[in-house]
């Protein structure tokens, strides 16, 4: 069985995992807008990787026989200035997602859930990996600067990313 605070903490997870594909989403409508068919594609794929976030804890609460809570999504951010803002926001969005699996830790760790603890660490090492992937975009971006042919070139590598199921 699974303590109900954990039960609970798990529960909002699955919120804020719904919620950042629902950011991811509509940061590929705006990457739309911004004729940058690419960085959208790329983005809805993140999308997919977020609710697959989700289905994880969703799992994982089933498994230890305890009840998954849907709770309402709050409506996301619509629109942002241009690609360098999107990137920034979604580095700053793993980063607060970081912190969130952090503090899940710090409560299966606190709880002696050692079930938890060892299905979180997927999370943790999924963190880094996000947070990496935010960094390099970002230095692309940067190398690109306001050449129109460089955007034009990253755009044609972001198109490239193919949904690839989670690692166990
Ligand atoms: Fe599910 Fe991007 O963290």
């Known amino acids: 069985m699974i303590a109900k605070k ?31 068919p690419g960085f959208a594609s790329w983005m809805r794929i993140q999308t997919q990787e ?17 009840t998954v809570t849907l709770t309402a999504i709050e409506g996301p951010q619509t629109a942002w200035k241009d690609v360098k803002a999107v990137m920034e926001a979604t580095l700053a969005h793993e980063q607060k997602v970081s912190g969130l699996i952090n503090d899940l830790m710090d409560l299966a760790i ?40 460089g955007l034009y070139m990253l755009d044609k590598e972001m198109a490239q990313r193919i949904l690839t199921p989670p690692k166990e």
């Not at 719904?18 to 990457?31: D, I, R």
């Open 6 to 36: 954990i039960e609970d903490a798990l529960n909002a997870q699955i919120n804020a995992e719904t919620y950042s594909a629902y950011l991811y989403w509509s940061m590929s409508a705006a990457l739309e807008g911004m004729n940058l």
């Open 110 to 149: 606190a709880e002696k859930d050692h079930a938890a603890t060892m299905f979180l660490q997927w999370f943790v090492t999924e963190q880094v990996e996000e947070e990496a992937t935010g960094m390099e975009i970002l230095g692309k971006l940067e190398i690109a600067g306001n050449s129109q042919g």
């Open 50 to 66: 977020e609710m697959g976030h989700a289905v994880k804890l969703y799992e994982h609460i089933v498994e230890r026989g305890g």
